[in-house]
Each structure stands twice: as structure tokens, then as C-alpha cells.
């Protein structure tokens, strides 16, 4: 029986958010507060009929940590959710400080005006100091390990699927499988097709800033870092087939690199199609990917803000999307002096994700292990103060828990590796 304030109602919370509702025993009081209180009301009044978890809505402004405080303590839950965007995770951490309560997100802490001059400069120092320069990193919320370790909470960062389950298989690997892992690849393959010439699967706004970005990887304790899109591989992925993918610097390459120290190499790929790349290439080329204000005609607009409202919402995509997810993780090692390897994987379908909970397998891939790594935190089995990633605990219960409730895993002994 726990109480639960979900902050966001996108995409991804929309799905957190139905299945939360699904396990009411647990979850047994939930508010969903937005920046947009309407949609969470249109939200609350589609799953009420169908669910014993008390719902109540709230508008907030996530971005001024009073609101949120003032949100909290009159809620009084035992967890926050942030399902808004990862701009909002230190003011929402440090409410959740200020009020003593449990706190979990999906996505690292990135500054949102990284063009600001006051930004700029923090940002070229930090870049020098951790070797690569994607906008986000773990060292904003790490900060906060001491003070959560002191309030006796804890901050669990990253619990969706990349962030998030590919840490658990991590943590898999390292307690069933291997007695050392030497390289992992995580790839993350979407084979499903919107009918539209371009659109984003998640937040266009966090997606276009992450793939737009410099690719890096960890090999033999330093970052390698290369120019966007520059190392391309083909895969052919169970359920899905042939698909080309580049490597892309991710957020749990930065924290599997200090939580499992004895692993050679670290990569991410992620799969795109030419049409995605034109795209993005030609509104890079043009500025609307970035984040400077223009003037125009008298008012002040955000380019890639202005992108956003012109692309389909990645909440709608759920009907037209076709086709399926494949994302996992593929392992060497050795295992008592043998070498070997392993892929372990999920296969989500876009249409059965949308027949079940309305939505794309992207955001459904998502929200179901943000519910996951709540069902943790709230039964107590994963019980620690401080700020957590997901490989730093226990993966069986939260691996049976995603196969139970929708992610199941596939495991491949001895796959194709990546070259
Ligand atoms: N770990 C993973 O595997 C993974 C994968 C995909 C996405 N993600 C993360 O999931 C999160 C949600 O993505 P999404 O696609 O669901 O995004 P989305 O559809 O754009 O939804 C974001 C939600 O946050 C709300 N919001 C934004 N700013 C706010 C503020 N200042 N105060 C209160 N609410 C605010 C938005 O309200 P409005 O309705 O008013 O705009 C909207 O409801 C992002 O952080 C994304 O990076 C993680």
C-alpha cells in the first residue's frame, strides 16, 4: 500500500502511469501531476473505471523546486516519479531531499540552455574533465549520494530501458553468467515504422539533442570519443532483420564504466534509417535543432522548441507504429577459465504494446521498467540510501518483475558479436 506522485504525463508516463494502475495492491494511491494538469485529467478519467488505484491530478511546475516542495508536502507520498524531462531531475531530486522521499527518474540530468554563456563555460570545463561532450552526464546527480545517504532515501536514476534494463542484464551477466565480462555492446534496434517521413519516438527535443551529438565509447579505462554517426555496423536482429546502427554515446556507459571496473570496452549502437538521418542532418544544418532564442516578427522562439510542435506527439505515434523493438545487451568473457559470450535481449511489438496500453513500443519499453524500479523501491527489495543505478542492485527481482509485466528477456549463448 504506498502513495505515489508522478510528475509528467508524456509518452512515457502515460505508460508508467497505466501500469501502475495495474498493480494496485502496491500502488495504491497515485497523483499525476503535469505542467498540463488536462491530460493528466484525461489520463485519470480513461483508467478510473478499470482500476482500484485511487487517482487524484495536480498541475506543477517542475522547474521551481517550491511548487514541487509545496506539491509533496501536501501529497505526502512515499516516492516521486519523474517522468517529465531530464531539465527537471536536480530541482525534483532536491525537493524530494528537502521532504525525505524516495526519488526515481529515467533520464540523467542534462542543463537545458547549454547555449546560455553561463552554461557554455561550465560545460567546456566539464567536458575537459570527464573526456566527452555529450550534454548530460552522472556527476550532476552523483552529487547528491551524500545528502540522500544522510536523509536515509534513496534516488534511483535511469530506470527505463536504455538507461535502465540494460544495467540490469549487466548485473545479470556479472552474478549468473560470467566471472569476468570483457566487452559489452549494447544495441538498441527499432524496426518499427510510423508512415510518417520523420518523427521521434520519444521527447523530439532530448532525442534530437542525444543523437545529434558526438559519439563516445570506454575502452580500456578512457573515453574514445568520434564525430556523430562516424562508426557504422549492420546487425541483423532477431524479430526484426538486417538494420544498419552507429554508435552513439549513452548515459549507463558512463556508470556501468565505474560500477563493473574490469570491462575492456563499453559500447552503444542504436539503429537509424538513411530518411532519419537526412532529416536530422538537414535541420541540423539549417538551426532548428538548437537552443538559442531567435527573434521572430517580435517574439522570442527556441528553435527546437518550435521543431517540437511542429512534429507528430511521440504519444500519438501508438496506432500508425508497425513492427518491433529489439534491445539488449551482448557480453564476452569468461566463465571458470572458458571464454564466451552472451546476448541478452528484449523483443517488444509496437502493435501489441499499442492493443494493450494505447502507445509505441518506445515509450512502452520505457514506462514499464520505470514501474518496475518503483515496485523495488516501494516493496523494499531494493532498500538503500544514497543515489543508485540500476546494476548497483539486486537484477533478479526486477527482471522477473519485467517479464511478468511485459519485458521479457531472450537469451542468446554464443551470438554474432559486433565487429
Ligand atoms: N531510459 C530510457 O530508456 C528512455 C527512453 C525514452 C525516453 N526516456 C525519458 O523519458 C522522459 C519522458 O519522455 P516522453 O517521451 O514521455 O516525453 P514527453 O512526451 O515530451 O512528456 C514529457 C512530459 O513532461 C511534462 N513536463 C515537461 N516540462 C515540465 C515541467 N517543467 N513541469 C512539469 N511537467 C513538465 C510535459 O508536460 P506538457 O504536456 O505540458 O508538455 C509532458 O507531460 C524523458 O526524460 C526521456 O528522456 C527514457
Redesign the pocket.
Known sequence: MSRVLI????????VAITKCCGVSDVFSEICI????KS?CDALAKKLRPNTQTVITTAQ?????KEEVIDLIRSYKPELVM???????DLVIMEACLECKVNYL???NYEPEDTEDPKWREIYEKRCKEKGFSAYFDYSWQWAYAKKFEDAGTTALL????????TQAYCAYAKKHIFDEIDTIDILDCNGGDHGYPFAT???????LREVSAPGSYWENGHWVEIPAMSIKREYNFDQVGKKDMYLLHHEEIESLAKNVPEVKRIRFFMTFGESYLTHMRCLEDVGMLSTVPVKYEGVEIVPIQFL?ALLP???ELGPRTKGKTNIGCIFTGRKDGKEKSWYIYNVCDHQECYREVGSQA??Y??GV?AMCGALMLLTKKWNKPGVFTVEEFDPDPFIEALDKYGLPKNICEDPVTVE
Open positions: 510528475i509528467g504525463c508524456g509518452g512515457v508516463a502515460g501531476a503535469s505542467r498540463t491530460k506543477v511546475n517542475a522547474d521551481n519523474n517522468i517529465a524531462l531530464p531539465y527537471q527518474d529515467t533520464a535511469g530506470s527505463g530501458f536504455d538507461p535502465g534494463v519516438n520519444f521527447n523530439p527535443e532530448i532525442n517540437k506527439d511521440p504519444a518506445i515509450s519499453t520505457t521498467p
